[in-house]
């Protein structure tokens, strides 16, 4: 049975910083490409960040240079450390995997205040 269990989010004024992280279960972590996804109210979720097996990693254009995720393939847990956040960063955000079909996390509500 796949897990994906966040934690981290909360509230931060804008300029501040969060770090969310996943912890993973019921897959095999350190071959699995994983990725963070966020959705503002009224918008489409977005992928935001994204890790390869490899370490390889992509960002959405708007969180590039402020935003890094990160994987401890001892831990099963993916990072997301979000710097400089501004209030347009304020989305629930999901961590995702594709296992066989996508696994979503339950989500962490991140709001950033101006």
């Known amino acids: 049975q796949v897990q994906l269990v966040e934690s981290g989010g909360g509230l931060v004024q804008a300029g501040g910083s969060l770090r969310l992280s996943c912890a993973a279960s019921?897959?095999?972590?350190?071959?699995?490409?994983m990725g963070w996804y966020r959705q503002a109210p009224g918008k489409q979720r977005e992928l935001v960040a994204g890790?390869?097996?490899?370490?390889?990693?992509n960002y959405v254009d708007s969180v590039k240079g402020r935003f890094t995720i990160s994987r401890d393939n001892a831990k099963n847990t993916v990072y997301l450390q979000m710097n400089s956040l501004k209030p347009e960063d304020t989305a629930v955000y999901y961590c995702h995997t594709w296992w066989s079909n996508d696994y979503w996390g339950q989500g962490t509500q991140v709001t950033v205040s101006s």
């Open positions: 019921g897959i095999i972590f350190r071959i699995t490409a």
């Open positions: 890790i390869s097996s490899d370490g390889t990693t």
